[in-house]
């Protein structure tokens, strides 16, 4: 049989090729928006086709995301997204596997979920919307709310150290891991796209506001007059430097923790260099605890890109080894082995 979708090229679409017909329901003025645009915007330039692409989510405000992308997709159940896109890649390796899903639904009743996922190298490409509340559930604090938020579920404030995504993706050893924000359309297609080309298991974060329930969240380093001087662009090959004027940058102390200095003080020769393809995650670790939250200079941009061995190749691979050397498989023997019975 002809493969199609190595015999037919790949045709040309635009935006409104990857846009359904469903009405766009988030509430108006949602970061949501300004993301789903990157990515349609980004879809037709990937070289992609839309039978061959999946978009899964789980449950909350961005898991309507599958309903706007005129691909294949699901909305599945909470949590579950990663798992169910495991199955999926695992098995149709010719597919294009996307999971959308915010900081509730990975980070809480679906967080072995993630990090299986993610330590497994499946090749899927992973965009956690971060805004930092529960939004579809109407305003209780999630696992990345700052200590001692005051919210519908926590009236007198949070008691709860709150989760790290990109921290958590590192120490499940992610090979591909970076953040972006909403207000940057540019700088959200270039994630998107490093992300999409990462062989194996990617995780971006993406401060996402939520203009209802935690309005402003990331202003203060991701609005324009805050940018320069708050965001820390990673830039593979290059030396840490920020500022209106380049007038801070980042070293590493003795210890192998990172800090934010003023450049004139240390000198440019003392900063350090962003390595994002180093095997050891420690450096990539370090970068993502340099800021407590988004009141902090905040490192930006792809904090790891090494390869490993793909979850799904090593899958096939075993199985072809085994069928080789056993032959192929019966089933029905199978079910008659081992500790079976027969009901009369």
């Keep these: 049989m002809t493969d199609l979708t190595e015999a037919v090229p790949v045709p040309l679409t635009t935006r409104k090729d990857w846009s359904s017909d469903q009405e766009v329901r988030w509430c108006p003025g949602c970061g949501d928006y300004s993301i789903l645009s990157a990515v349609q915007m980004l879809m037709p330039d990937l070289g992609v086709r839309r039978e061959s ?40 390796p010719d597919l294009d596997v996307w999971v959308v899903t915010g900081d509730g639904d ?3 009743i679906g967080g072995n979920h993630l990090i299986h996922a993610l330590r497994r190298n499946v090749n899927i490409t992973i965009l956690l919307f971060n805004n930092q509340i529960y939004g579809l559930t109407k305003g209780q604090y999630s696992p990345t709310s700052e200590m001692a938020k005051v919210t519908k579920s ?32 540019k700088h959200m297609m270039e994630t998107f796209r490093r992300a999409h080309a990462h062989k194996g298991a990617s995780f971006v974060e993406i401060y996402q506001n939520c203009n209802v329930f935690n309005d402003g969240a990331f202003e ?17 090959g290059e030396p840490i430097r920020f500022g209106s004027e ?16 003023e450049v004139a003080t240390v000198g ?25 939250g988004p009141f902090e200079p905040t490192p930006i941009g792809v904090f ?26 019966d089933f029905a023997a199978l079910l008659r082995s081992g500790s079976s019975w027969t009901v009369s």
């Excluded at 709150?162 to 940057?184: C, K």
């Excluded at 380049?246 to 200095?261: H, K, L, R, W």
């Excluded at 190749?313 to 192929?328: K, L």
């Design 220 to 236: 203060g380093i991701t609005g324009k007059e805050h940018r320069a001087d708050m965001l820390i662009p990673l830039v593979h």
């Design 268 to 292: 440019e020769d003392a900063l350090l260099v962003h390595d994002e393809k180093k095997e050891n995650p420690g450096l990539a670790f370090q970068l993502s605890r340099l800021s407590r």
């Design 53 to 92: 692409t999946v978009f899964l989510s789980g449950i909350g405000c961005a898991a309507r995301f599958p309903y706007y992308m005129s691909t294949y997709g699901m909305h599945s159940i909470h949590g579950r997204a990663p798992a169910i896109a495991t199955g999926l890649a695992t098995t149709r």
């Design 154 to 185: 926590t009236p007198f404030g949070s008691l709860e150290h709150p989760f790290n995504p990109l921290s958590l993706a590192l120490g499940a050893e992610a090979g591909f891991v970076a953040r972006t924000h909403d207000m940057d359309r």
């Design 304 to 329: 790891r890109d090494v390869e490993h061995d793909e979850y799904g190749e090593q899958m096939a691979e075993q199985i072809a080894t085994a069928t080789e050397r056993r032959g192929p498989g």
């Design 246 to 261: 380049g007038q801070f940058g980042v070293i590493m102390d003795p210890d192998g923790s990172v800090e934010v200095v």
């Design 106 to 108: 990975a980070l809480s």
